[in-house]
């Protein structure tokens, strides 16, 4: 009966794993574990790199073209004093996305100021530019400068013949890269202009551009 219970004793402490046994499954995890991490690590790393090199997010670029003068109509009556001008624009805007991966960018305007004081717009519906894709806006905006007929300067101007006015394009937008991160861009350009009334043409023009993320 003794001998029967030692040996039912050895059999249950040889089913224990041993000290190797359990440091073979320790290591064994250990290692998993380790592999696993470096896979995050090197996974991670790699769209790091990517992310600030093939996608790293570019500014786009607002060029205006061309700002023709379609049709210019003034007058000014002393008595009472009234003053009225009309004045139509083309303006031919081109965006272009440096990015290999596309912009999308929300409803946008080009607004034409007279002394920093809007007097008319056209809007830009939202839209899309491809990766390394330019676009091209061909807008047309008339603006009634009659509005401003409590601004005494603008008598002045009218009756030199020389109306100075500037256009506004201001392009908000964000870029998705790798389809993680949504990146803000912004681009503006501003003209400005001189409309000699009497020739009915543009007689003076400089833009402007500026891009931010």
Sequence with gaps: MHVKR??????ILSAIPGDDQRSRCHKRRRCICLSVTICVFAVGLLIL???L???KSKKPVTTVDSVVLKD????VNLIPPMVSVNVSLDISISVKNPNKVGIKYRNSSTAVRYKGKDIGDVPIPAG?????DTKQLNLT????VDRLATDLDIYGDVINGNLPLS?????SGKVR???????HVVSTSTCNLKIDILNRRIADQNCHYKNRL
Excluded: C, H, P, W
């Design 6 to 11: 030692k040996n039912e004793a050895q059999d």
């Design 128 to 132: 899309m530019i491809g990766g390394g």
């Design 49 to 51: 790199i990517l992310a």
């Design 167 to 171: 256009t506004y394009t201001r392009i």
């Design 141 to 144: 905006v008339t603006v009634f």
């Design 53 to 55: 090199t093939v996608f």
């Design 72 to 75: 210019v109509n003034a007058s």
């Design 177 to 183: 890269v790798l389809n993680l991160f949504n990146i």
